[in-house]
């Protein structure tokens, strides 16, 4: 991980990473302050050195995509921001345009996707029976969900984000 990344990672953040890069599917559900967005990057780099990972998809809310695009291009060197070797190259949409038109998305052909879910959990796609499902049906090969609110209160989300029915 140190070779993919412009700064070193926390113990625990590297071991989401390599969990995340592995899974396929899954959910990183740690604390607020905790990294959740810097695992992601770290596994989507790890997708593409290791697993062919070219394009990936990341659906968050609005206020939080420029942090998103802020993060990436400080823990991605610049040459390998799009390099295939070392990318992928990233695609940041708002949830919002993903909620008005599902089907849009399917032609992005994105191998990996990652969504970070509002911190409202209300508004949550997976709070959305349509939405789940388009989430689902996304032709990506690897799914990493960003989680910002307690799963014990809300176990149809593990399970839609697993790929499960209820």
Same mark, same amino acid.
């Given at each position: 991980?140190? +070779?993919? *990344?412009?700064?070193?990672? =926390?113990?625990?953040?590297? !071991?989401? #990473? @390599?969990?995340?890069?592995? /899974?396929? %599917?899954?959910?990183?559900?740690?604390?607020?302050?905790?990294?959740?967005?810097?695992?992601?990057? +770290?596994? *989507?780099?790890?997708?593409? =050195?290791?697993?062919?990972? !070219?394009? #990936? @998809?990341?659906?968050?809310? /609005?206020? %939080?995509?420029?942090?998103?695009?802020?993060?990436?291009?400080?823990?991605?060197?610049?040459?390998? +921001?799009?390099?295939?070797?070392?990318?992928?190259?990233?695609?940041?949409?708002?949830?919002?345009?993903?909620?008005?038109?599902?089907?849009?998305?399917?032609?992005?052909?994105?191998?990996?996707?990652?969504?970070?879910?509002?911190?409202?959990?209300?508004?949550?796609?997976?709070?959305?029976?349509?939405?789940?499902?388009?989430?689902?049906?996304?032709?990506?090969?690897?799914?990493?969900?960003?989680?910002?609110?307690?799963?014990?209160?809300?176990?149809?989300?593990?399970?839609?984000?697993?790929?499960?029915?209820?």
């Amino acid at each position: 991980l140190a +070779a993919l *990344l412009t700064q070193p990672l =926390r113990p625990y953040q590297a !071991e989401a #990473a @390599l969990y995340a890069a592995c /899974a396929g %599917r899954c959910v990183l559900a740690d604390d607020a302050g905790l990294g959740k967005t810097v695992e992601a990057i +770290a596994a *989507l780099r790890l997708l593409a =050195r290791h697993f062919g990972v !070219e394009r #990936a @998809l990341v659906l968050c809310p /609005a206020e %939080r995509m420029a942090d998103w695009q802020a993060r990436w291009q400080a823990w991605v060197a610049p040459a390998d +921001a799009g390099d295939a070797a070392g990318g992928p190259a990233l695609q940041i949409v708002d949830l919002a345009t993903f909620a008005a038109d599902p089907g849009a998305l399917a032609g992005l052909d994105a191998e990996a996707v990652v969504v970070d879910e509002p911190a409202d959990a209300a508004h949550s796609p997976w709070a959305q029976p349509a939405l789940q499902t388009a989430l689902q049906a996304l032709p990506a090969r690897h799914a990493i969900a960003l989680v910002r609110q307690p799963l014990d209160e809300r176990p149809a989300v593990l399970q839609a984000v697993l790929g499960q029915t209820p």
